[in-house]
């Protein structure tokens, strides 16, 4: 399939048991349905994080109006997130338990 302003791209449809479909598209021509399945996994990951980033650093809530409060509130609410995630991956546990 071709996209105008964008080229061509490959558009997975799965239909699950209950008759609901769910599209998926790839620019990666040549992808197959194992592909898919890591697309998927992936993107779950990305989820994950921006909860995370949200809800633990609060990088929305940014009171500044200056470009460079607003990317040193960015910034330090990364640093953050790393921090708290390092923590977790190295104990096992979170902080706010």
């Known amino acids: 399939m071709h996209l105008s302003q964008y080229g061509f791209v490959k558009v997975f449809r799965i239909v699950h048991s209950d008759e609901e479909a769910e599209h998926w598209v790839a620019d990666i ?15 779950w990951n990305i989820e994950e994080y ?27 609410s990364l640093l953050a997130f790393l921090r708290l995630e390092s923590h977790r991956l190295n104990t096992g546990s979170c902080l706010n338990k």
């Open 50 to 76: 921006h909860r995370g980033i949200k809800w633990c650093c609060g990088i929305e809530r940014c009171q500044g109006r200056k470009n460079a409060v607003q990317r040193g509130h960015i910034l330090l």
């Open 29 to 43: 021509l040549d992808a197959s349905e194992p592909d898919r399945k890591s697309f998927k996994d992936r993107r």
